[in-house]
């Protein structure tokens, strides 16, 4: 039988940050899958805010207008930076 008695704690900044990982790969594969250069194309969509940076191919741009731009910039350098 399982112990229970035990306290499960979890970040919600690492669920988020796991969730736009997932979203980025996503967006990544499409990007890709229809030929674009998928770096270049989201690194556009970051600086300006233009949707039609990232392909509808797989739902791709819905899913990255559902990351917050700040806080993908902010986990990406913390990432960067080994924090």
Not at 37 to 47: D, E, F, M
Request: glycine residues 4%.
């Amino acid at each position: 039988m399982p112990d229970n008695n035990n306290t499960i704690t979890f970040s919600l900044e690492e669920v988020r940050e796991a969730d736009m990982k997932r979203i980025l790969l996503v967006v990544y594969d499409a990007l890709k899958e229809k030929g674009y250069n998928p770096i270049s194309q989201i690194v556009g969509y970051l600086l300006s805010e233009d949707p039609t940076y990232i392909t509808t191919h797989n739902n791709a741009r819905s899913l990255i207008r559902r990351i917050d731009r700040d806080e993908l910039l902010k986990a990406m350098v913390r990432s960067y930076l080994g924090e």
